[in-house]
């Protein structure tokens, strides 16, 4: 057997260089590469409503809200123990069945205080969504008010559940934080929107790798330019996907389908109602005391309303109704601890504060169940913001100003 000379032999020292050298030349040109797409953004014209998104509450609120031709007199925010009294009530109101994923108003409220004010017109847009924290009410601030989207006045409905939600990981986890963060920058919250290291990985990776970052909007290109150049090819003898044509409230798989469509939840005009006993929903909600969350939350709080102060939208905070079977249910103390909170918070930042918890406006019988209410409660609510809304001289002035018409553009103008 004939065997290499020395010239045909590569010393270990020299294959380690050799490799060591071709790692390093490959980690510069990764990290040149990185620096020139961050600087020349190439996926900074995807519009960010084109990128994958499940149809969630939020996601239907947001393209309703966009939509709009002006901005609203008045913007509701809170859980679904806003949205739903506001919506039954309006389909009192309008004598009609509604779609919740279409109908975001609360044409009731804008007639109560059109009247009041002697006002034209005074919109109110209904963005309550199932389950809401104080993150997501930020969230949704902070991507949408603003400019000449942002409303005149702002009623933030509350409750101890939108602070301990023992569902909730951490607020980034939430449907409204992982939709709306596409749409302005959070870093300045990231620390306690994932308030653990684990949580935060995927953003660090997307600060550092810009294509990581961008992988949804490459997504979306790439998916765009197969669909251009094969379409007229393959059409010809390609049937659509059994997904194209699924019922997306049925057929699709439970990682494909989305969080609610048209015609899944209609609330009928004039409905009677029973008694729900939705206890054993709340002993889930509250079982983990959640102090960290608690305090996480109010912090958010303090952001919302600067920012709320910062654009001059006027904030009424709301002390949301509940019947005492759902106040049973909390953390022994945590009920005190978070009004005392909501006064004090209401007082330093100089927002009126309406709290409709008060054991005599609200019976029993204006809720359905142990914490929403039903349209009976949603006219007693929304008659109670009316007034004060038109008793405080600053929240009535603020609607008085002449409402300001929404340019056509596109939607990425949000980012």
């Known amino acids: 057997m004939k065997l290499p000379d020395n010239n045909q032999l590569i010393r270990p020292q020299e294959q380690a260089s050799f490799w060591k050298s071709h790692v390093i030349s490959g980690l510069a040109l990764f990290f040149a590469v990185n620096v020139l797409f961050w600087y020349a953004q190439p996926l900074s014209k995807v519009d960010p409503d084109s990128l994958p998104a499940a149809h969630t509450w939020t ?11 002006q901005a609203p007199s008045v913007a509701l925010l809170g859980s679904s123990l806003m949205m739903h009294p506001v919506s039954r009530q309006d389909a009192d109101f309008l004598k009609r069945d509604l779609d919740y994923v279409h109908h975001h108003k ?3 409220l804008s007639s109560l205080v059109s009247e009041k004010l002697g006002l034209r017109t005074a919109s109110c847009f209904n963005f309550a ?7 997501d009410d930020y969230i949704v601030a902070k991507a949408l008010f603003r400019t000449d989207r942002k409303p005149k006045l702002l009623v933030l409905g509350l409750s101890l559940r939108d602070f301990i939600d023992s569902g909730v990981s951490c607020p980034a986890a939430t449907p409204p934080f992982r939709y709306l ?5 959070v870093s300045d919250v990231i620390s306690i929107a994932m308030p653990q290291f684990w949580h935060r990985i995927d953003y660090y990776v997307g600060n550092a790798i810009y294509l990581w970052s961008k992988k949804l909007d490459t997504q979306v290109i790439l998916a765009e330019a197969v669909k251009q150049t094969l379409s007229p090819k393959v059409s010809s003898f390609c049937v659509p996907s059994l997904i194209e044509r699924a019922d997306p409230t049925k057929n699709l798989p439970s990682n494909l389908r989305s969080e609610v469509e048209e015609r899944m939840f209609i609330v009928r005009s004039h409905q009677p109602y029973s008694w729900e006993d939705n206890s054993a929903e709340y002993r889930k909600r509250y079982r983990i005391k959640h102090r960290d969350m608690f305090d996480i939350q109010t912090v958010f ?3 919302l309303l600067d920012y709320c102060r910062s654009s001059d939208i006027p904030v009424l905070i709301v002390n949301m109704p509940l019947t005492e079977q759902n106040l049973a249910l ?5 009920y005190n601890r978070y009004l005392a909170m909501l006064e004090r918070t209401a007082r330093e930042k ?3 504060f309406l709290n409709l918890n008060d054991r005599s406006t609200f019976t029993r019988a204006d809720f359905y169940d142990t914490s929403h209410m039903n349209s009976a409660g949603g006219k007693k609510l929304l008659d109670q913001i009316a007034g004060a809304i038109t008793a405080n001289g600053q929240l009535a002035e603020a609607l008085s100003v002449p409402a300001t018409g929404l340019a056509h553009r596109p939607k990425e103008s949000l980012q």
């Open 350 to 352: 100089c927002c009126p």
């Open 106 to 108: 609360s044409e009731y």
């Open 330 to 334: 909390m953390p022994e103390g945590y």
């Open 59 to 69: 996601w239907w609120a947001t393209r309703e809200y966009l939509d709009q031709h």
């Open 181 to 185: 963060k596409r749409f302005v920058d």
């Open 129 to 135: 969504l199932p389950g809401s924290m104080i993150s």
């Open 301 to 303: 709080l303090g952001k």
